[in-house]
C-alpha cells in the first residue's frame, strides 16, 4: 500500500474526500510513492512475502541489494523451485550459509521475504500528503502557480507530477548513499568450505 492514505489527505485538506476524487487521490498517492522510492533508491512501502531473485557468484555469501534492506525479513531461499535446507542467516546485508560445508550456486537464487516500513514513518507519510495536495491543487499542466501578482508556470510533458525541492530536502536522511560516501570493511572469510558446490538441498 503506498506510504499513505486517502483519509491521511483528507485530514490534511479539511474536508472529507468527495467519491469522484477518491481514484485520483489513490492514484497520487501510488506515483508518489514511487517518485520517492525511486528518489530514495530504497523501497520503502511495505511489500509482505514477496519472491526476490537475486543472482549468486559461488561462495558461502549472498548479497541483498540495498534497495531491498529497509526492513528486510526473509523466511525462505530456493534454487531451483527447492527449498534450501542448509543452515542459513541473515547478517543484515547478505544471506550467509553457516554450516561450513555449503556454497550458493552460481546463478538465481530466489529468496522470499518481506521488507520495506511496516508502518512510514511520519515524514514520509507528510511528504505524500504534501504531494498529493499540492498537485491536486494545480490545474491540468501547471506546474506551479502565484497568486500574488499572478504567475503560472506550466509544465513540460510528463513532468506535471514531479517532486518538489521542499520535498527532496525533506527526504535526505532516507536517500541511499551514492558511491561518494564508500565504506570500506575487512570481511572475515567464510567458514572453510569443502568438497562441490552443495547448497543442501
Known amino acids: 500500500m503506498p506510504l499513505a492514505t486517502v483519509e491521511d489527505v483528507a485530514a490534511r485538506i479539511g474536508r472529507p474526500v468527495l467519491d469522484d476524487e477518491n481514484s485520483r487521490i489513490s492514484a497520487f498517492l501510488a506515483d508518489v510513492t514511487g517518485l520517492v522510492e525511486d528518489y530514495c533508491g530504497r523501497e520503502l512501502d511495505r511489500r509482505e512475502d514477496q519472491a526476490l531473485t537475486l543472482y549468486a557468484e559461488g561462495g ?3 548479497l541483498v541489494p540495498s534497495r531491498y534492506l529497509t526492513f528486510f525479513s526473509p523466511s525462505s531461499v530456493l534454487v531451483d523451485g527447492a527449498e534450501v535446507t542448509a543452515d542459513w542467516s541473515f547478517n543484515g546485508r547478505q544471506l550467509v550459509l553457516t554450516d561450513g560445508v555449503s556454497v550458493w550456486p552460481e546463478g538465481p537464487v530466489t529468496v522470499v521475504a518481506s521488507w520495506g516500513y511496516p508502518v512510514p514513518p511520519a515524514t514520509l507519510r507528510a511528504v505524500a500528503c504534501s504531494e498529493v495536495v499540492r498537485w491536486l491543487a494545480l490545474s491540468p499542466g501547471v506546474e506551479r502557480e502565484r497568486v500574488g501578482e499572478v504567475e503560472v508556470e506550466f509544465a513540460g510533458a510528463g ?6 525541492s521542499t520535498t527532496r530536502s525533506a527526504l535526505a536522511s532516507y536517500r541511499r548513499r551514492g558511491i561518494g560516501s564508500l565504506t570500506l570493511r575487512k570481511v572475515a572469510p567464510c567458514p572453510e568450505v569443502g568438497g562441490p558446490d552443495v547448497y543442501g538441498l
Open 60 to 62: 558461502c555469501r549472498l
Open 159 to 164: 513532468s506535471a507530477q514531479a517532486l518538489s
